[in-house]
């Protein structure tokens, strides 16, 4: 069993970037959780980050070829505006979690959209880094 935990552009920068949205947590601090706890439950976990929207699609087209169960995934601001994104993701027959830090729904209109949302099976918004764990989760127990 194996979970992609794929991270969009500027995601990289969490722990300094705008701390009052996005949290005091590192990427590095919110992977090593989600490894930790995969492993523990007896699963494959490879986290990824990037700020190219063509690797990011790179991944999740790999994911679809190599056994890959579900995808945990923060499209970050290509939620917004990427239909190739919901293209790849719609080549995919695992499951598909969305997640954002933030609420979304709270923010600017124009982040209340997402095109990965067609496709996801779930979607977790404004619990920080706790709405990866749940995502996690949830996709061990199914
Ligand atoms: C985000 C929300 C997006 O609107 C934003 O562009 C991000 C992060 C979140 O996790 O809250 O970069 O996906």
């Known amino acids: 069993?194996?979970?992609l935990v794929l991270h969009g552009p500027n995601l990289n920068l969490l722990g300094t970037r705008q701390p009052e949205i996005y949290?005091?947590?590192?990427?590095a601090d919110i992977d090593d959780t989600?490894?930790?706890?995969?492993?523990?439950?007896?699963?494959?976990?490879?986290c990824r980050q990037s700020n190219h929207e063509g690797e990011l699609i790179d991944a999740i087209q790999a994911?679809?070829?190599?056994?890959?169960?579900?995808i945990?995934?923060?499209?970050?601001?290509y939620t917004h505006t990427s239909v190739a994104i919901l293209d790849a993701l719609n080549a995919f027959e695992g499951r598909v979690?969305?997640?954002?830090?933030?609420?979304?729904?709270q923010r600017e209109a124009f982040r209340h959209h997402s095109y990965v949302s067609l496709r996801a099976d779930g979607v977790i918004a404004g619990l920080?880094?706790?709405?990866?764990?749940?995502?996690?989760?949830?996709?061990?127990?199914a």
């Open 34 to 46: 989600l490894r930790a706890r995969a492993h523990s439950g007896g699963w494959e976990i490879v």
């Open 128 to 141: 920080g880094s706790q709405g990866y764990r749940a995502a996690l989760t949830a996709v061990m127990e």
């Open 23 to 27: 949290g005091q947590e590192t990427l």
């Open 63 to 70: 994911a679809r070829l190599d056994g890959t169960a579900a």
């Open 97 to 105: 979690i969305e997640v954002h830090l933030s609420n979304v729904h």
């Open 72 to 77: 945990i995934i923060n499209p970050a601001a």
């Open 1 to 3: 069993n194996k979970v």
